[in-house]
């Protein structure tokens, strides 16, 4: 083994961080499998993440994490350090950079491929000198300004989220005529704000933002939707993974699934995701998915 010390799973739980021996060279984007969907690792360095608990709060705790979804297998490990719960407030870049550059760098260090999950600039641009790979924006319709120029300056593969700027599904913009033609023609419009600043069509990665801005009856108009939004020309990005309207789905004895019971209902829509021609899914659970992923990819053969 070229860059740790130690394999995963050699030791206890509250076993010393791996010691970290000459970085392995970061992978890149042009080295992922083709011939499936792509997994993302949801790693969110927050104290309030809504679905992990808070326990990646602390640094060692989110890199030790972070390397399990690595050894795992996870294609991509999304690292954020700003919850969007719907209660959550907006931290400070400089605490949420506190949060996350420890973490990326020790990530790409371990020779994973990173994406940074922000909605500020400033962040990114560390991120990206960190090593990260992808920019993933929640923004939406409402972009930190810096963004594009960012994006077409270091020439990132940057996803771009659909969002009305809330996660609420009582939203009064979570209001819709036609769900899946007002996301795409919103997408679009967006993304030609990145166009115009020099971004190419390539670095540009659509994403519907289920539950963003959006109820269960939208998310699942847009999941049966994905192939419209497939039609903008970009890599499409599914983040399902134990969002409320798979709760309310397994809703049992008048109560929704809480999140950690949501993983087999996140693994089918992966397999369906896969099978719509998404790029990639964004997941807690690496392995269920990966799982997922690959049963698609032999299916379609
Ligand atoms: N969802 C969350 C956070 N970041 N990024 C993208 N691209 N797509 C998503 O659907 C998305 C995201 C919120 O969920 P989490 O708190 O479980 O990460």
Redesign the pocket.
């Known amino acids: 083994m070229d860059s740790l010390a130690a394999a995963p799973g050699t030791g206890p739980a509250t076993s010393p961080l791996p010691v970290l021996r000459p970085a392995r060279s970061p992978r890149k984007l042009a080295d992922l499998p083709t011939d499936r969907t792509l997994v993302m690792g ?1 790693l ?1 360095v927050t104290p309030d ?4 608990g808070g326990q990646f709060a602390d640094t060692d705790a989110a890199i030790r994490a972070g390397l399990k979804m690595h050894y795992e297998g996870a294609d991509i490990i ?1 690292v ?1 350090g700003e ?3 719907p209660d959550a407030v907006r931290v400070p870049p400089e605490e949420e950079q506190a949060r996350v550059l420890p973490v990326v760098q020790a990530l790409v260090r371990a020779g994973a491929l990173v994406s940074v ?1 922000t909605m500020n600039a400033s962040t990114a641009q560390q991120a990206i000198d960190a090593g990260a790979a992808i920019v ?3 923004s939406g319709t409402e972009i930190d300004s810096d963004m594009p120029a960012l994006v077409a300056r270091t020439g990132v593969s940057y ?1 771009l ?1 659909h969002s009305r700027g809330s ?1 609420r599904s009582d939203d009064p913009n979570a209001s819709y005529d036609d769900v899946v033609e007002e996301v795409v023609a919103e997408l679009a419009k967006v993304r030609d704000r990145f166009y115009a600043a020099g971004v190419a069509p390539e670095q540009i ?1 659509v ?6 801005s959006k109820n269960a009856e939208h998310d699942w108009q847009l999941l049966r939707g994905l192939d419209r939004l497939g039609s903008l020309g970009h890599r499409v ?7 409320r309207f798979l709760g309310s789905l397994l809703t049992s004895f008048g109560k929704a699934a809480p ?1 950690l019971e949501r993983d087999n209902a996140t693994a089918a829509v992966s397999a369906l995701a896969a099978r719509s021609g998404a790029w990639a899914v ?1 997941v ?1 659970n690496v392995p269920a998915n990966l799982d997922a992923v690959k049963v698609t990819a032999a299916w379609k053969g």
Do not use: E, Q, W, Y
Request: no cysteine; proline share 6%; aromatic share 6%.
């Open positions: 949801i969110n993440s809504f679905s992990d999304d954020g919850s969007t719960r999950d993933n924006d929640v996803v989220m996660v990665i994403d519907p933002g289920l539950g963003f990005l599914v983040g399902a993974s134990r969002k999140p964004r807690h």
